[in-house]
């Protein structure tokens, strides 16, 4: 599902200039940017994104974050960027038993889907039985309790059976009303659905985004009116996923012009205050995904979520987070399917008188992908253990999303589909039929840009508060629109505020950063750790002269933004997958995040694998097409389509 949610304004009414801070972002905006109302709604943002924070320890909040800390700290937290996996208990060892029984003998019986090609509600509700829907409901309501980094490995198994179902364990349990209900409701309210959302009895969505309202969610426009003991629900939302009468959905709306999240039962068919517009969707062709339509629907004033600080953002936020992770932990799974079927294909297929899988271009794409795969496992494991430590983990989640649906979309085009060549668009094929499957997640919780700037934006609001709001408060209140430091009356403003940052800079430039030891690293893993560490700390002086030299116009530079924002995500990714590998057991799992760090770091330095680069990436995709690999051991290979 959607969404950069910083984008959602709590339209309080207010003007800005009412506000006693004037945010980095605003400022800039306000006087260098686009325009004024665009200045507010940022502003209103920056307001809602600090009552999150507040949510959270101050030990757990973005400032306290790994990558924040490794950007602006001069200590490069090393240890925070691997999260070692508890161990597995019997009870997650009987639920994934289970779940997995379910699926795999519906696939084999053929009766995984109805007439209508969606899941079967008679799988859907085996898996209820199994205790699927209540993963991540504690066991007092009836559910199994999973941590998050038990059951995001669990979702990737999963995915190698059927990816939908265990997108769908993410749209019921992370971003439904799952999550909403156990972090926000009233103890009323958790002892009416916790127990219904476990079994499975009633399943779940998130209902957002409008027509008028995707990336954009200041244009949200549908509204909840207190009449008596309830709710008067008036407007559309679009593209809702697992959205079908009978089920409950988490409704963003409008109450007092303030985001707000009800929790509403869809009635068991359309009635004329519930209609769904229904359209030909080509992705998540397994399950629904509809249009809702309200008119004067009713939802009970006891179902309005009500957290302790902030207000609707702060609900769909929390979701989006753990969402954000399920989504790579799914990608994960799909590109084992997609590696599982490119090994006997490429054993097979013999051209000038030789299988494929002896010829380097065809090693070097399996190598690859067990990179993307390994990346993709490494930043779930992470991000997984973060949140289960209490940390917000925002920017963390935001980097397992767009690696996790770049990596999906990478894979199935670049090295599944044209391994597979003609055969890929046979009806049947694992490429054909699932396409439109592997490239949604680049645009659903979140376009990858946009939350790339996103991302950005948290990394660099500590700093802009700090060292840059000041200024722009002294140029706002002086009237002062274009700075000249040439100009002593503004210099002389200005001297305090530059002085603090001219005493950081010398500070940074000054004085060592200082590194934890990773000698207990393989040499190979040990130099990419090295490289992501020192561009991290490094990168603080690169971000900060961006901000000086755009200064109020930073907002209106997306490519730039873009860009950096892209540079720092990829050195997050070394770090974290290369710690991934040198603990890893599996000789093959550390030889593909060393393909996948090298790959990385010529992304981040603009220069071309060597000799050296593709001989390692061709030994280790046939050392897997050959000798296989641990990380597909159960994972069920596609029949080889026209076997002539
Ligand atoms: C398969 C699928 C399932 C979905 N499931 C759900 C769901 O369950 N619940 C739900 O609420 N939503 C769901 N969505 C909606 C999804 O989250 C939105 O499609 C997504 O957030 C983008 O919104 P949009 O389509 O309106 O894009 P638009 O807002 O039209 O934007 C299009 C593109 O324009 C660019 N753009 C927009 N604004 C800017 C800007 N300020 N600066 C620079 N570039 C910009 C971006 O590249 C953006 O992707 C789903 C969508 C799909 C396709």
Redesign the pocket.
């Known amino acids: 599902?959607?969404?950069d949610i910083r984008?959602l304004t709590p339209a309080d009414g207010g003007s800005h200039s009412e506000r006693p801070d004037v945010s980095f972002a605003e400022t800039a905006l306000r006087l260098g940017g686009k325009s004024v109302d665009e200045a507010r709604r940022t502003g209103l943002i920056d307001t809602a994104d600090d009552q999150v924070e507040s949510m959270f320890a101050e030990r757990h909040r973005t400032t306290a974050s790994p990558i924040h800390r490794a950007v602006w700290e001069r200590r490069v937290p090393t240890d925070l960027f691997h999260m070692p996996l508890p161990p597995m208990t019997e009870d997650v060892r009987q639920l994934t038993n289970d779940c997995l029984h379910v699926v795999r003998k519906h696939k084999r019986k053929g009766s995984l889907y109805n007439e209508s090609e969606k899941l079967s509600d008679v799988v859907l509700a085996e898996l209820g039985d199994a205790g699927y829907w209540g993963a991540l409901v504690d066991k007092r309501y009836g559910g199994c309790g999973l941590s998050f980094q038990h059951f995001a490995p669990f979702l990737t198994r999963m995915a190698t059976v059927e990816p939908t179902v265990a997108g769908l364990a993410s749209?019921h349990g992370c971003?439904g009303a799952v999550d909403p209900v156990r972090t926000f409701g009233t103890p009323a309210l958790k002892e009416r659905y916790l127990p219904l959302l476990a079994s499975g009895r009633r399943l779940s969505?998130?209902?957002?985004?409008e027509p008028g309202?995707?990336?954009?969610l200041t244009a949200l426009k549908t509204t909840a009116v207190l009449d008596g003991d309830s709710y008067v629900v008036n407007g559309e939302?679009?593209?809702?996923?697992?959205?079908v009468p009978g089920r409950t959905i988490g409704l963003?709306c409008r109450i007092d012009d303030r985001p707000a999240v009800l929790i509403a039962d869809l009635p068991a068919e359309e009635t004329p205050s519930f209609t769904m517009n229904r359209y030909g969707?080509y992705?998540?062709r397994r399950a629904h995904?509809n249009g809702l339509v309200f008119r004067n629907f009713r939802v009970p004033a006891e179902n309005l979520l009500k957290p302790k600080v902030g207000d609707g953002l702060t609900i769909a936020y929390h979701g989006l987070n753990l969402g954000r992770i399920a989504l790579c932990a799914n990608a994960a799974g799909t590109m084992r399917s997609m590696l599982a079927s490119m090994l006997p294909w490429a054993d097979f297929r013999k051209t000038y008188g030789q299988p494929i899988a002896n010829r380097e271009l065809v090693q070097r794409r399996i190598g690859h992908l067990a990179g993307l795969i390994v990346g993709s496992d490494a930043l779930v494991q992470w991000c997984a253990g973060l949140i289960d430590q209490g940390y917000r983990g925002e920017m963390e989640c935001i980097i397992a999303k767009i690696f996790g649906s770049e990596a999906q979309k990478e894979a199935a085009v670049e090295l599944f589909m044209k391994t597979h060549g003609g055969r890929s668009f046979i009806h049947g094929h694992l490429f054909g039929d699932n396409v439109h499957e592997f490239l949604?997640p680049c645009?659903?919780?979140?376009?990858g840009?946009?939350l790339g700037?996103a991302f950005f934006k948290s990394l660099v609001k500590q700093h802009g508060q700090h060292f840059f709001e000041p200024i722009g408060r002294i140029l706002h209140e002086a009237g002062i629109k274009h700075p000249n430091l040439l100009n002593p009356g503004h210099l002389w403003k200005l001297q305090a505020p530059m002085a603090a940052y001219a005493k950081w800079m010398t500070g940074r430039r000054l004085l060592r950063v200082t590194r934890d030891s990773i000698a207990f690293m393989p040499a190979d893993l040990r130099r990419h750790a090295e490289f992501a560490r020192g561009f991290l700390s490094d990168s603080c002086f690169d971000i900060s002269r961006m901000m000086r030299t755009y200064q109020l116009k930073l907002a209106d530079r997306?490519c730039s933004m873009a860009q950096a924002s892209s540079q720092v995500q990829d050195a997050v990714t070394m770090l974290v997958a290369s710690l991934y590998g040198a603990k890893h057991e599996c000789e093959v799992t550390a030889a593909a995040a060393e393909v996948l760090c090298t790959h990385l770091q010529h992304r981040i330095r603009g220069t071309r694998p060597t000799d050296k680069d593709f001989r390692r990436a061709t030994e280790l995709g046939n050392a897997i097409a050959e000798g296989g690999w641990a990380a597909l051991h159960d994972v069920e290979q596609e029949t080889i389509l026209m076997k002539y």
């Open positions: 599902m959607s969404i984008n749209v971003i969505a998130f209902a957002l985004t309202a995707g990336s954009d939302k679009l593209f809702i996923t697992n959205a963003v969707l992705a998540l995904n949604a645009i659903y919780e979140g376009e840009e946009m700037m997306q």
